[in-house]
């Protein structure tokens, strides 16, 4: 996995000077933004390991894991996995079984198909005036996902019911290239015609979405709901995407 590093506090510095008056368009992720892992399987596996939790449960080990996994250079899946089921009431010698099954589990299928709770409806009034693209690591399906889910449709008319319409949406798998790596940035900028500073990115990943938008000249947006990230002086944080035009535009 490739391993991009965070820049220094003078870059902070630096990046924060940048007027927030010149963005005019927000990118955002997926996993974690839109869409969470389907509660019911890791509930499922959970309770066949001598655990058990309910949605809300299985949704706040979803971010502590991902915080525990993550380094800021790098994400580890495995630690990812086993935090999950640790938080999901997993005694401490089933654990590495119950990761085990977890992965298998997330290998044969996507279960990146659960709705985070009023995601649709802040996304919706985002767009409203505004222009948003979608950059997000996936296996190929995510557009189809969303679209399935009634979340967003890329191009067209959209709305609440139907989707928000955006007006890119790449996929790491379609596009060949995954964050961090800036290069899956640039192929959104350059199909929505805009300069890097024109733009925040709105990521639930310190490695791959605070690293990789800045990378490419982005200003990110760390999207951490329980404020797990230890790194709170290093980047800017929203809780979740209803902040993100308070932030940005002050509305």
Not at 76 to 82: C, E, G, S
Request: charged share 25%; net charge negative; with cysteine.
């Amino acid at each position: 996995m490739q391993r991009v590093e965070v820049g220094c506090a003078s870059a902070v510095r630096r990046e924060r000077k940048v007027a927030f008056d010149v963005v005019t368009a927000v990118l955002i992720d997926v996993g974690g933004v839109l869409l969470l892992p389907d509660p019911d399987v890791r509930g499922t596996i959970a309770r066949a390991h001598g655990g058990g939790a309910d949605h809300e449960t299985v949704t706040r080990a979803h971010y502590a894991a991902a915080s525990a996994a993550d380094d800021g250079t790098s994400f580890d899946w495995a630690v990812y996995r086993r935090e999950v089921m640790a938080r999901c009431g997993v005694r401490t010698d089933r654990l590495a079984a119950a990761a085990a099954e977890l992965g298998v589990a997330e290998r044969a299928r996507n279960t990146w198909t659960h709705p985070v709770a009023g995601a649709k409806a802040a996304l919706h009034a985002l767009a409203a005036g505004r222009r948003v693209g979608i950059v997000s690591n996936s296996d190929g399906t995510v557009e189809a996902t969303l679209r399935q889910l009634s979340i967003a449709t890329v191009g067209g008319v959209g709305g609440v019911v139907g989707g928000v319409a955006v007006e890119v949406l790449v996929d790491s798998y379609v596009a060949g290239v995954a964050k961090p790596d800036p290069k899956i940035f640039r192929i959104a900028l350059k199909a929505m015609d805009l300069a890097p500073e024109q733009v925040v990115y709105v990521g639930d990943m310190r490695f791959a979405d605070v690293a990789g938008p800045r990378a490419a000249g982005i200003r990110p947006l760390h999207l951490d709901p329980y404020g797990d990230c230890p790194g709170r002086d290093d980047h800017d944080h929203v809780a979740d995407l209803t902040e993100v035009a308070r932030v940005v535009w002050g509305t």
